[in-house]
């Protein structure tokens, strides 16, 4: 038989229309700071962990802070961004992405969750897509941030496969960085300008055909 690839999944941006979210309750702290924060500052907090977004905003506005300070920003964006999520459902998944989980399942694929997000598993459930992954990763699990590739190794180890057979879905570009680097093949889920590091590019899932998903399988 042919060896299962393993297919892993970022998930702010890439399964959930969850950016808008983090967007939304840094540009609260952005603001009350007085530091300018656009849409297009926030491509660079995209698949970085909280504590590291928070320094760049910082850093953005040549803000300084104590550590106990700092502290208290970051439970003040995490409660924001939790109030977003309280009525989360199915209904936020992004197009496409339940077809391809479900095709993938059908082919007897593996596959993992490899999330910067510390909030992974409670939107999985949410959704009630959990019981798709063979394996989760999330920030819970690392020590160092994509464009570090140590969420994409871990998760590929859990699935017991080797980089090469593993596949990455992205929608940042610390993410298509860190899929590069574990020598993965990316897939950019989003802005192909943004995402131009990507082997290859869709607008979203919706895009994504059944002959792409074989030519992975079949790779
Ligand atoms: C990533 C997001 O998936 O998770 C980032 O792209 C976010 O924007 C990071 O900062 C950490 O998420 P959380 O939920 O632990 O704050
Ligand atoms: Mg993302």
Do not use: C
């Not at 952005?30 to 504590?51: C, P, Q």
């Not at 700092?70 to 998944?93: F, G």
């Not at 590069?180 to 192909?192: E, F, K, L, P, R």
């Amino acid at each position: 038989m042919k060896k299962k690839k393993g297919f892993i999944f970022d998930l702010d941006g890439v399964i959930v229309d969850t950016a808008k979210y983090h967007y939304l309750a840094w540009k609260k702290i952005a603001d009350s700071l007085n530091i300018e924060f656009t849409h297009e500052h926030n491509e660079l907090l995209k698949g970085v962990s909280r504590v590291r977004s928070l320094d760049i905003i910082l850093e953005l506005g040549s803000v300084e802070a104590s550590q106990e300070q700092k502290d208290q920003w970051l439970v003040q964006k995490n409660e924001e961004y939790l109030s977003y999520l309280v009525d989360m459902d199915q209904s936020e998944i992004l197009p496409g992405v339940v077809p391809v989980l479900d095709y993938l399942k059908a082919n007897e694929q593996l596959i993992a969750l490899g999330s910067a997000s510390k909030n992974a598993r409670p939107i999985l459930e949410k959704t009630g897509i959990l019981s798709y992954f063979d394996a989760i990763v999330d920030g819970n699990d690392v020590s160092n941030a994509k464009p570090d590739p140590e969420v994409f190794l871990i998760a590929a180890q859990q699935l017991n496969t080797s980089p090469n057979d593993a596949i990455v879905f992205e929608d940042s570009v610390a993410g298509i960085q860190a899929a590069n680097i574990a020598n993965m093949t990316s897939v950019g889920i989003g802005d192909a300008t943004v995402l131009h590091e990507a082997q290859h590019n869709f607008k979203d899932f919706t895009f994504i055909g059944t002959s792409f998903l074989n030519e992975l399988i079949e790779k």
